[in-house]
């Protein structure tokens, strides 16, 4: 079946510093997310990608924040400057269309931590 | 606005007994509806999905949903818990493209963890 596939799995990082987390979405699909999960909260939206512009995103996806697609394969979530505040678990996600229909396929997620 | 209301943060059943797992949504428009699990250091696994089809949808590993218009709910059931059901489970409501909502982004409930005792 095929999967999203997201590297690393684990990355420590100081505070400050800029970290890129890498996701491979499945490969007929046209739609890519990035959620994050604080410890012990929601499961948050952070934003949608399609026709290699962002469509959507939420208000946590601040100026620190950008995506990018860059070689038609990889889908990549830039933090420039780490707070402790962006620890948490990231998922990348991946549809074949927009809506429900379509369903989404989770990566098993990025755990970033900021020290 | 929509929004996904889990009615338990946790429950706990004995290996061999019945699973429910509330969920109560709310949605101008007719939405879309998942449950998904997330086992300890894993990914969320999609178990079921309902889209406007039928009304009861099955999903992996023998649990299922029901959808209800009048109650508002998408309840999550399976009628023998085993071992392995041990996980957290989120209840998950989208809205598509065109309905006035956002272009298809998941909104997720707190989550609902659950315990099998042997």
């Known amino acids: 079946e095929p999967e999203v596939t997201q590297t690393p799995s684990h990355q420590v990082t100081q505070m400050g510093q800029e970290v890129i987390l890498r996701c491979v979405p499945i490969s007929n699909h046209l739609y890519f997310y990035w959620y994050r999960q604080i410890l012990g909260q929601k499961v948050e939206f952070l934003v949608s990608?399609?026709?290699?512009?962002?469509?959507?995103k939420s208000e946590i996806f601040d100026d620190q924040f950008s995506v990018e697609r860059p070689d038609g394969s990889n889908f990549t979530l830039k933090i420039r400057s780490t707070k402790l505040e962006d620890s948490a678990m990231y998922f990348c996600?991946?549809?074949?269309?927009?809506?429900?229909?379509?369903?989404?396929?989770f990566g098993s997620g990025t755990r970033l931590t900021v020290v | 606005a929509q929004s996904v209301t889990q009615l338990d943060s946790h429950v706990s059943v004995s290996e061999g007994t019945p699973v429910l797992l509330r969920c109560n949504y709310s949605?101008?428009?007719?939405?879309?509806l998942f449950w998904y699990v997330q086992h300890p250091n894993k990914g969320l696994q999609l178990l079921l999905k309902y889209t406007s089809a039928a009304t009861l949808v099955k999903g992996i590993n023998g649990f299922e949903a029901e959808f209800k218009k009048s109650e508002t709910s998408f309840h999550l059931t399976k009628p023998s818990a085993h071992m392995s059901d041990a996980a957290e489970y989120f209840c998950v409501v989208s809205v598509g493209l065109g309905y006035g909502g956002s272009q298809g982004n998941l909104i997720f409930g707190k989550g609902t963890k659950l315990s099998v005792k042997p």
């Open positions: 990608f399609y026709n290699n512009e962002i469509s959507e």
């Open positions: 996600a991946s549809s074949g269309g927009t809506g429900g229909y379509y369903g989404y396929t």
């Open positions: 949605s101008s428009y007719s939405p879309s």
